[in-house]
């Protein structure tokens, strides 16, 4: 009997796997942000390519995302799973994590999503101010509750990161990780207080085997373009030497292999086992374009040599 797609995607986050009709990617974008059709259309051409899981968050287009999300879910229950974050509110701005707090708006995206449960519910930022244990205590709580499946944490420290790894190490499924991680290493300084998963990072992911998604994993389209492009109106902050050098370096294999060189640099992504690189994919054809990285099988010295050039 076939595997639904939540048993897929339990599957694969536990061991970072493949299946062979499913992929890694999961799917972004500027819901709420655009028409309804184009949600619409997006979603179901990821589904139908193998994709498992939608990432959104509560504060995303003022609030808007997780509505738009749950209006296409509504239509097709169990075609995808989602994952959503809490932390901030509907501007951006980071919100205290004490226990009402974050169940108040866990209830509000189920019922925007117009799911029983989330399938990956992610802290969106730390709160310092609380013990490591207590932001725990109130994860476990929400899954003990039956409103989430999956817990995890973007942009904590390393530190806080493996805190929580220990925490919940006897306590249920292992926490999923999520952060900036691409090819394209970022200026931290122009992440607006986002983290990209370094050294300190990885090594904590690696260590305690968690599932890692990867967000901004094509560099907001730094491998497409031939120059920077300001966000927000704030500087690029993968317009770096390095970067540029293994943009020039993705273009350069991706002629030699008849690709494109945003395709390249999510290839050398999914060498990564356990990362699940989150794409921003406005159009179909860029969902095309981003599937197309399953097919390229690079060598562990293209690897090294598209990051470090040697």
């Given at each position: ?85 809490v932390g901030h509110d509907t501007t951006g701005g980071d919100i205290p994590l004490d226990r009402e ?63 929580l790894a220990v925490e919940l190490a006897e306590r249920g499924p292992t926490p999923v990780a999520s ?82 060189p945003e395709t390249v640099a999510l290839a050398w992504t999914l060498r990564h086992r356990g990362v ?35």
């Amino acid at each position: 009997m076939p595997r639904s797609p939540m048993q897929l995607l339990d599957g694969l986050l536990d061991d970072g796997g493949m299946e062979t009709a499913v992929h890694r990617f999961v799917l972004g974008g500027p819901f709420g942000a655009e028409p309804a059709d184009t949600t619409a259309e997006r979603l179901a051409h990821f589904a139908d390519a193998g994709g498992l899981l939608v990432e959104t968050s509560h504060s995303y287009a003022g609030g808007k995302a997780e509505v738009a999300v749950g209006d296409w879910l509504r239509k097709n229950p169990g075609a995808l799973g989602v994952a959503t974050k809490v932390g901030h509110d509907t501007t951006g701005g980071d919100i205290p994590l004490d226990r009402e707090t974050v169940f108040e708006h866990v209830r509000s995206a189920l019922e925007n999503l117009g799911v029983d449960a989330i399938d990956v519910l992610l802290y969106h930022c730390d709160d310092p101010t609380r013990p490591v244990a207590e932001l725990a205590d109130t994860l476990m709580s929400l899954v003990a509750a039956g409103h989430v499946r999956r817990v995890g944490v973007s942009n904590w420290t390393a530190e806080r990161l493996s805190q929580l790894a220990v925490e919940l190490a006897e306590r249920g499924p292992t926490p999923v990780a999520s952060y900036q991680f691409s090819l394209a290493e970022p200026d931290p300084a122009l992440l607006d207080g986002s983290l990209h998963a370094d050294t300190a990072v990885l090594d904590v992911v690696r260590g305690h085997r968690l599932p890692l998604i990867g967000w901004s994993s094509q560099a907001r389209g730094h491998f497409a373009r031939t120059g920077p492009k300001a966000h927000h109106g704030k500087p690029d902050p993968y317009d770096t030497e390095d970067n540029r050098a293994r943009r020039l370096r993705c273009r350069e294999l991706a002629v030699e292999i008849g690709s494109l060189p945003e395709t390249v640099a999510l290839a050398w992504t999914l060498r990564h086992r356990g990362v699940w690189p989150s794409i921003g994919a406005r159009t179909t054809a860029q969902i095309d374009n981003s599937l197309q990285a399953r097919r390229l099988t690079l060598t562990e010295e293209q690897v090294r040599w598209l990051r470090d050039g040697r």
